[in-house]
């Protein structure tokens, strides 16, 4: 037998802030990608950059 049982009134409000959570989540995630993908790719360009500089 559990010694912790939540009581009903933490379940809901568990609930309630995770299906909150959920409704949010996409769009911030969305968000966070497009901008590391973003960084991502300007660090890329740079680090070519560098090479050819380098090469030359």
């Known amino acids: 037998m559990p010694t912790h ?6 379940v809901s409000v568990r609930h309630r802030l995770l299906s909150f959570s959920v409704q949010q989540f996409p769009h ?7 901008g590391h993908i973003k960084a991502y790719k300007s660090f890329l360009k740079n680090l ?5 500089k380098q090469a030359f």
């Open 5 to 10: 049982m939540p009581s009903l009134a933490s």
């Open 28 to 34: 911030n995630l969305y968000k966070s990608c497009s």
């Open 48 to 52: 070519q950059t560098d090479h050819r």
